[in-house]
């Protein structure tokens, strides 16, 4: 799966946005820790009618400041991989995002689920209203 977005703000905002627990809180969740393992807390999903995740130990495997990200999250006996590359575009920011969503999981549901929260990040970078999470298919 990939989803692109370009966002109408400087590369090291984004990055900040990313990667600053203060400011990945407004739009998905907190971590704390010395990495390259953080604790990371999913707080989102309550917008979408869910709760508060417990914690999980999300791994750093790369991490080029301004430029790239891939992390691990475990869920259950799997783990998410996913992959976060910046480019300036102009004034502002193209964002990648990469993910094979593991097995088990429905592609269209992952799709959506990370289209939503970067919707969300970009609400957050540009100061717009937070989007509604819409069920996929209905």
Known sequence: MELRRTYPVPVDDVWAALTV???TA???????G???QYE???TGEVDAGG???????LTVHEC???SRLVVEIPQGDTAWTMAVDLAPAGSGTDLTLFQAPPPGFDPVDVEAGWAWYLDRLGAVLTGAAMPEWVTPGS
Do not use: D, N, Q, Y
């Open 21 to 23: 627990s203060a400011r």
């Open 40 to 42: 990371f807390v999913l």
């Open 34 to 36: 010395p990495g390259p």
């Open 26 to 32: 407004a739009w998905i969740g907190t971590f704390t």
């Open 64 to 66: 080029v400041p301004g």
């Open 51 to 57: 709760e508060i995740a417990p914690p999980v130990t």
